[in-house]
Every structure is written in structure tokens, then in C-alpha cells.
């Protein structure tokens, strides 16, 4: 087992709150020290924060297995849907996502992300006090997934504060109670409607692949896919949304830009998920000995893929820590991770983003901040008032 002693350490753990708007001085650091550090906190794992280094695990799923989950520490749920599995499961698994967000139907979700949009911003055309934030941001890839699940939204809520304690708080609800057991009731319900009455929707299809002659889905696989969907869709999505508009609205310059050339706001999105990275990290553990930068990682070692510090290293980007429209090959960021667990969604992110920020133009002449921008962490922005002229 490697100790702090024999190899290049820092002292990092990466559910510490107060690193939360002051995590980058940690990622410098580990890459001053050739970019893998191991880390004594949570049970002991490295920390990558080298780009080449990061995308070089991501990239092979052989030596480097999700399998035994990419959380730090596991949160003590089943494993999640494709997230955590490897070949062969993952494959399989995949394919039921790609059905619901890939390349080929998200362009085809255009009209219904715009929609929703619209009918979150305020009706009229004069100038309107507006919250960016939470009213919109969170609110439109919350409505996106519930719409592609195909879920009823009287159950938006509470699956919104059920999916929250249990992944990203990965904490008991207010009154005590394990959200684990009242999302079963929920997800059981909604699959027993499709069952008794399929539609011509993604969730009838998945339900459907549970009568499959051959590997047919469990149960619990066809709650996996539905939960993968809204817990990798909401918040994450979110964040970049607020992020971006939080900066167009603080930079007249970029977006007078944006407003000059909508075609550009494509490659905004891009540098906005670069810089601010929704989901700073993930786990990985080795399958088998390796070198990895100037250390030898065990069969069994965790690995953190910082992707947050990945992407702000100034081996790979000029200036790392300046927003650019302009950077050359502005989309192999790590973002979106890499080889084959790379987002699924990433197509319906893009597309999410890229019409939130449309529409926000489309209602307004010119957006002005109205007020100080709240966070409720380096990457979540929860109050954007506005003006919207
Ligand atoms: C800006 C928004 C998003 C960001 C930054 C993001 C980021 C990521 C990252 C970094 C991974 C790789 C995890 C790893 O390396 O282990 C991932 C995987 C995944 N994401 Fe996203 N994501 C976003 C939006 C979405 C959306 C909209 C959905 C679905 C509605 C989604 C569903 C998933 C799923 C299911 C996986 C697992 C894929 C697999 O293991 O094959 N994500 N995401």
C-alpha cells in the first residue's frame, strides 16, 4: 500500500466544502509536482491533474476500471447505470442511453428545449427583472429530462429533492427517511404505467427491453437508466447554463460578441464547460500495476481523473485561466471525460446550453446585471439577477 512518505503527496480531499471556490491552487499544485499526487484522505487514492495524464486513464478502460465505482468514497447506492460498469455490461448499457440522448435523435429535441425555455423566461417584450439562476438555469434541464423521460411533472419536485439527497448530498431526507425507498416507489410506478400502456416514448422502449429473449433488462437496470439520465442531466447541464449566462451577463464585450455572431455561442459553450467544469472529478481503479507519470500505481489503487484541473493546465492551454472564443481545438477539452465512458449526454448538453443562451438573446436587446451573481460553489451559480432590456 502507498503511504505519504515514498511518493510526491498532497493533502486533498475532494468532499472538503471549503475547497469548493478554491480547488485550482490544489490541482497547480499537484501538477507542480509532476501531476500525480497520492492522497492520504478518504482511504488513501492518487490525484490527477495533468491533462495528458488524465486523458490517457480515460482512455483505457482496461487498465483503468469504473467497474468498482467512480465515487470517493462509494456512496453506498447500486451501482450507477453505465457509469459504473465496464465492458461488457457498459456497451449495453450505453446503447439504451444513446437511444435516449446520442448524435443522431438530440438534434431532434431542438423545438422542445426552446419551448421549454420560453416558457420559463418572463412573457412580453418590455424590460424585465429576471433570475438567471435557479428559475431558469435549474429549471430548464430539470424540465428537458423530465420531458425525455417522459415523466409526470407533478412528481418534478420531489424526485428533484429525493435525486439531490441521495447523490449529491448523499444524505437522509429532512424528515429522516431513506430516499432510496420513496424514488423505488416512484420509478416501480412509472414503469408499471408503461407497462400496462406503452407509448411511443423512450422509457416505454427501455421498459420494454425488459421482456427481451435475449438479456433481458432487470428491474433494477431499467430504474438505472431512467435515474442515470436525471441525475447526469440536471445539475451538471445546469451549471454550465448558469456559468455561461453568468459570464455573458458580467462581459458587455463578450456579449455584444455573442449577439453580433450567435453563431459563435456554440464555441462559448465549449470554453464555459472547459473553464468551469461541472463535474470536477471521477474515479478510476488499476486492474493491474502501472507506471503512471514518475509513480507506480497497485492493482487495486483508486485514481481521482481531476477533469476541473485537467483543464486548466497550462501544458495543454494557453492561459488556462481566461476565457477564449478563439482556442484552437476548443472542444477535446475533459469536460465531457473521454474514451468510452464519455458523456453520453454531451450532444443534449451542448444543444441545452447553446438555446438557453439563444433564447435568453431572442426575449432582450442587452442582458445587465442587476445585483451580486450567488453560488453555492465554484461551478454552481444560484442567483443571476438580471435585467433584461
Ligand atoms: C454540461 C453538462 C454535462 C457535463 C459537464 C457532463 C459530464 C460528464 C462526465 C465528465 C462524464 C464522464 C464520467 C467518467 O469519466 O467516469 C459523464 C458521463 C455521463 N453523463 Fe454527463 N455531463 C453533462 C450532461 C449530461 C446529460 C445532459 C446527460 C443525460 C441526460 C448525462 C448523462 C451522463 C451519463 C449517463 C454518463 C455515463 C456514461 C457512461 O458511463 O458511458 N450527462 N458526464
Redesign the pocket.
Known amino acids: 500500500m502507498t503511504t505519504t512518505t515514498d511518493v510526491p503527496s498532497v493533502d486533498f480531499d475532494p468532499l472538503d466544502q471549503d475547497l469548493r471556490f478554491a480547488d485550482y491552487p490544489v490541482y497547480d499544485r499537484i501538477r507542480d509536482a509532476g501531476g500525480v499526487c497520492w492522497s492520504p484522505a478518504r482511504g488513501g487514492f492518487w490525484a490527477v491533474a495533468d491533462f495528458a495524464l488524465v486523458k490517457q486513464i ?1 482512455s483505457d478502460h482496461q487498465q483503468w476500471l ?1 467497474g468498482d465505482g ?1 465515487r470517493i468514497p462509494p456512496n453506498g447506492t447500486p451501482p ?4 459504473e ?1 465496464d465492458r461488457p455490461t ?1 456497451t449495453a ?2 446503447q439504451i ?1 444513446t437511444e ?2 446520442g448524435p443522431r435523435i438530440t438534434p431532434s429535441y431542438e423545438g422542445l428545449v426552446r419551448d421549454h425555455a420560453r416558457r420559463l423566461l418572463p412573457a412580453g417584450r418590455e424590460a424585465a427583472s429576471f433570475d438567471l439562476g435557479e428559475p431558469y438555469a435549474f429549471r430548464l ?1 430539470l424540465d428537458v ?1 423530465f420531458a ?1 423521460i417522459g415523466a409526470p411533472d407533478d412528481l418534478k419536485h420531489e424526485v428533484e429533492v429525493l435525486a439531490e439527497s441521495l447523490f449529491l448530498f448523499r444524505r437522509p431526507m429532512p424528515d429522516g427517511s431513506d430516499p432510496a425507498v420513496r424514488l423505488q416507489e416512484i420509478l416501480d410506478a412509472l414503469v408499471a404505467d408503461r407497462e400496462a400502456r406503452p407509448r411511443d416514448d423512450w422509457l416505454s422502449t427501455v421498459v420494454g427491453y425488459g421482456h427481451r429473449a435475449e438479456a433481458p433488462l432487470s428491474q433494477q437496470e431499467i430504474h438505472g437508466a431512467i435515474v ?2 436525471l441525475v ?2 440536471h445539475h ?2 445546469a ?2 447554463t448558469g456559468c455561461l449566462l453568468a459570464h455573458v451577463a458580467a462581459q458587455p464585450q463578450l456579449q455584444q460578441h455573442l449577439r453580433e455572431e450567435p453563431g459563435r455561442i456554440a464555441d462559448a459553450v465549449e470554453e464555459a ?1 472547459r473553464m468551469w ?3 470536477r472529478w ?1 474515479a478510476r481503479t488499476a486492474a493491474a500495476d502501472a507506471r503512471l507519470g514518475g509513480v507506480t500505481v497497485r492493482r487495486g489503487e483508486r485514481v481521482l ?1 481531476l ?1 476541473a484541473g485537467a483543464n486548466r493546465d497550462p501544458a495543454r492551454y494557453e492561459a488556462p485561466d481566461v476565457f477564449r472564443l478563439d482556442r484552437p481545438r476548443s472542444r477535446d477539452h ?13 450532444p ?2 451542448q444543444l ?2 447553446r438555446v438557453a443562451v439563444e433564447e435568453v438573446f431572442a426575449r432582450s436587446t442587452w442582458v445587465e446585471l442587476d445585483g451580486d451573481i450567488t453560488w453555492t460553489s465554484s461551478t454552481e451559480p444560484r442567483h443571476i439577477p438580471v435585467l433584461l432590456r
Not at 450507477?80 to 457509469?83: P, S, V, Y
Not at 475533459?334 to 454531451?346: E, P, Q, S
Request: hydrophobic letters at 55%; aromatic letters at 12%.
Open positions: 480515460a469504473s467512480v450507477t447505470f453505465a457509469l460498469y457498459h448499457h450505453r442511453l435516449a440522448v434541464s429530462v425525455l442515470a439520465l447526469g442531466g451538471s447541464t451549471r454550465a464547460v467544469t461541472p463535474l471521477f481523473l477533469y475533459l469536460a465531457f471525460g473521454w474514451g468510452i465512458h464519455r458523456c453520453v449526454g454531451m443534449l448538453a441545452e446550453v
